[in-house]
């Protein structure tokens, strides 16, 4: 039986209020965000020529997490995605260890879509623009995630509207150079596999439908149709903006551009469309910012949950049913790294993070039985491996940080293990 949005709850619990398409806006709404204007630069710098051989191979990853994901997350419909079907199929350390990736991850990308609203709307105080960003949005989260969906859902329409502006503007401009999307010399191996990392963190959004399990109507039908929907759309824009991009500005003009999207709109003689960029970019990375929260939150309520984090943060608000402790707690370690973070820095770090939580979620999706909806065997051996080939082809000071922060998590444990 469905519930109802007012359908009461156990003391403790999330309320179930989001339907499919909910769960679909709030997944895009974190993948069609700030990713696909500030990633595209950087993967072109790594790739080449070779950056659609790069974004085919990030298209692939994804696609085989996202489908481990969403046959966990029909199991296991609850708050914490990855950190609940780490302990269940891997055992605790597992779950542990793919939570404390996430939320190191995703803290990271919260700061870098944040970093990105300030530097389009304000890049002379891009730090101060970006924390406040953080603060407005997790007020919006703390009054409930049916607001927040509705919020999504604007967001997403306008952003796809803007995105769809430029593809159009660039394809009917008379530049395009259809040469350009040959591989050439300056194309190599190593540097697509790492724009194929760098792309990853464009998107890794499907994730916020599997932390939201608790949430939505219907999760076992809901979540594995709702992730690979949200995730065949997203690639189909990438895709587009991609070819777009190479076939007017070439790859040496693309790698060198601080904001591809409005170098795109200039080159293809749209000038008018350059502030209307600046705003989409801005309006993208509030809307992947609202989800990144969201889905960030609810991991720090399934921890908190276990003891693994402070058993304060897992408080659900008796009015909005929301873990309120969580995200300001969240908000505020967001607002200090958006208010000090460098943009460059923290997107491979987020990638890094984020591809050892997909690691645990395709090895628990390889010890699911037919009976429990398994994926056919090549996905998740796939998803796995390539999560970790693409985790340590990042720039390396991104994996060297990736790899102190997650070895102090292990430290934490170990330590918990032992007074315990």
Known sequence: MVESDNAPTKAGELRRRLGPTDAVVIGLGAMIGAGIFAALAPAARAAGSGLLIGLAVAGVVAYCNATSSARLAARYPASGGTYVYGRQR??????????????????????????????????????????????????????????????????????????????????????????????????????????????????????????????????????PR??????????????????????????????????????????????WLTPVVRVGAAVAALGSLLALVLGV????????????????????????????????????????????????????FSSFGVLLYYAVANAAAWTLTPDEGRPPRPIPLIGLSGCLLLAFTVPLNSVLAGVAVVGLGVLIYAARAVLR
């Open 297 to 348: 939150s609810r991991t720090t309520l399934a921890m908190a949950r276990d003891r693994h984090l402070p058993k304060a943060l897992a408080a659900v608000h008796p009015r909005f049913a929301v873990p309120h402790r969580a995200e300001i707690a969240v908000g505020v370690v967001v607002t200090v790294a958006a208010a000090t973070a460098d943009l460059r820095a923290v997107i491979g």
């Open 90 to 223: 891997l055992g605790a350390f597992w779950g542990y260890l793919a939570g404390w990736a996430f939320i190191v991850g995703k803290t990271a990308s919260c700061a870098a879509m944040a970093l990105t609203v300030g530097a389009y709307l304000w890049p002379a105080h891009a730090h101060a623009v970006a924390a406040a960003s953080v603060v407005g949005v997790t007020a919006v989260n703390y009054i409930g995630v049916q607001k927040s969906a509705w919020s999504t859902r604007a967001i997403v329409a306008v952003v796809l509207a803007v995105l769809a502006a430029v593809a159009v503007a660039a394809f009917t401009s008379g530049h395009v150079e259809m040469g350009w999307l040959a591989p050439g010399s300056d194309a190599t191996f190593a540097g697509s596999l790492q724009a194929a990392g760098l792309l990853f963190f464009a998107f890794a959004g499907y994730a916020r439908i599997a932390t939201l399990g608790e949430e939505v109507r219907d999760p076992a039908r809901t979540i």
């Open 226 to 271: 709702a992730i690979p929907l949200a995730l065949g759309i997203t690639l189909l824009v990438y895709a587009v903006l991609a070819v777009a991009a190479l076939t007017v500005l070439g790859p040496q003009r693309l790698a060198a551009a601080s904001a591809p999207l409005a170098e795109l709109a200039r080159a293809s003689g749209a000038e």
